[in-house]
């Protein structure tokens, strides 16, 4: 069987990759991290999603995102540089073995991933987006992330089954 990593920070787009990963046939394990957020809202939903979609193994790294200033690019330009650089500086590369980054979701909008997410079957209740939740883990529904995925469910004509607070 194939086997795959999948990166699950348990919001719809990296939930949407593992359903992608698991439905077409890869054994997939999820890797999430603990890089400081403020609260473990993520990688809860993170555990969530990999018990519910039936990942092989679950991990959590802990990293320290400071020393890339921000979040790793994903760009596509950034995916093809970083795959051509494993398949020369990993052990796999090096003994001739293929390093091989999907990224199925990268020219899709919101409203496509959510929608492939719903045929997929996946439960998107089970996931988290809010940069700033209550502290009952409710999502603010007012930073960047929320906007953005609320305009994703608009524009898909699908009800976002999270649950919003207001501050």
Do not use: W
């Not at 069987?1 to 699950?8: D, E, F, G, N, S």
């Not at 992608?20 to 473990?40: K, M, N, P, T, V």
């Not at 899709?108 to 991933?113: L, R, W």
Request: include cysteine; charged fraction near 25%; hydrophobic fraction near 40%.
């Amino acid at each position: 069987m194939k086997r795959a990593v999948v990166l699950l920070s348990g919001g719809i787009d990296s939930t949407t990759t593992l359903a992608i990963a698991i439905a077409e046939g890869f054994e997939a394990y999820a890797l999430s991290f603990d890089y400081g957020q403020r609260h473990q809202i993520e990688t809860r939903a993170a555990r969530r999603v990999a018990d519910s979609l039936g990942a092989k193994e679950h991990r959590i790294a802990k990293i320290d995102l400071r020393v890339f200033g921000g979040y790793p690019d994903c760009r596509p330009e950034f995916i093809e540089a970083f795959q051509t650089l494993a398949n020369l500086a990993t052990k796999a590369g090096v003994e001739g073995g293929r390093f091989q980054l999907h990224t199925p979701l990268i020219k899709f909008s919101k409203a496509e991933i959510i929608r492939k997410a719903v045929q997929l079957g996946v439960n998107l209740s089970l996931t988290h987006s809010c940069y700033d939740p209550s502290p009952e883990g409710l999502a603010c529904g007012e930073c960047d992330s929320c906007l953005l995925r609320l305009k994703g469910f608009r524009e898909a004509g699908i009800t976002d089954p999270v649950r919003y607070g207001k501050k």
